[in-house]
């Protein structure tokens, strides 16, 4: 096909270029998905595993700073996986990442802000406040926002834009 066929073929279908543009980017992961194994086995061990690029490198470097101290947790590691995990999380963080949602988050929090959890500050602060806490915390299939696959369907391919929301007992996120 010739591009103007396209164009034309497109306005007999009712398809704007912008609906092209917008189903391609919601298609491509907005955080880059963990690739690294080891990460998955030690990260992913107790919950989802979040993605590097979900929080800034000083984030990541305060929280391998006390793995120990975990959230309660002890999520300590030897010294070979520990300086390997810190090595990727730092190399794919929010402000090393090109992609979409880390930009995002890079540039919602101020040089000074260190969050150790990825939805209390900035961005996803903001992008989740209209969940209520029936829906969060009050939902046995949720109990948490930290729990980002209960409702985010594809999370672990790095998808999170709104065609693959669904909240467990609520359904398809539509927002208006
Ligand atoms: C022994 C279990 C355990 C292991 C192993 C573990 N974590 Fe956690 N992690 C926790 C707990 C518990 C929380 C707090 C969860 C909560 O309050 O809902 C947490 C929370 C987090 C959060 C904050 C999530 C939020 O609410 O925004 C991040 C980020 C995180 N962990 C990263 C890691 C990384 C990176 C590793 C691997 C080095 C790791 N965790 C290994 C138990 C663990
Ligand atoms: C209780 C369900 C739920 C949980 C748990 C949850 N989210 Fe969300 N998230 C949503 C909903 C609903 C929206 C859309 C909000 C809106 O559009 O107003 C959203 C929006 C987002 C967005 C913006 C997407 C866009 O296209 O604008 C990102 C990124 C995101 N969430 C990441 C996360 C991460 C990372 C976690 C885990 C730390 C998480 N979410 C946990 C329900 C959830």
């Known amino acids: 096909m010739k591009p103007y066929e396209i164009i034309l073929l497109a306005g007999i279908l009712g398809l704007s270029p912008y609906t092209f543009a917008d189903s391609n980017s919601n298609k491509k992961p907005g955080v880059e998905p963990v690739t690294n194994k080891l990460y998955l086995e030690e990260c992913g061990a107790c919950h989802f595993a979040y993605q590097p690029g979900l929080l800034p490198e000083r984030s990541w470097r305060k929280m391998f700073s006390s793995l120990d101290d975990h959230f309660g947790d002890n999520a300590e590691l030897d010294s070979r996986a520990h300086d390997e995990l810190l090595n990727y999380v730092v190399s794919e963080s929010a402000d090393k990442s090109s992609r979409k949602r880390s930009r995002k988050i890079s540039k919602s929090l101020s040089s000074k802000d260190v969050p150790l959890r990825i939805t209390e500050d900035g ?22 926002l930290s729990r980002c696959e209960a409702c985010h369907t594809r999370a672990a391919e790095g998808l999170y834009s709104e065609r693959y929301i669904s909240i467990p007992g609520y359904g398809r996120w539509e927002d208006d």
Request: charged share 40%; glycine share 10%; aromatic share 4%.
């Open 123 to 144: 961005y996803l602060k903001k992008e989740h406040r209209e969940l209520s806490k029936k829906m969060v915390e009050g939902n046995p299939k949720v109990g948490s």
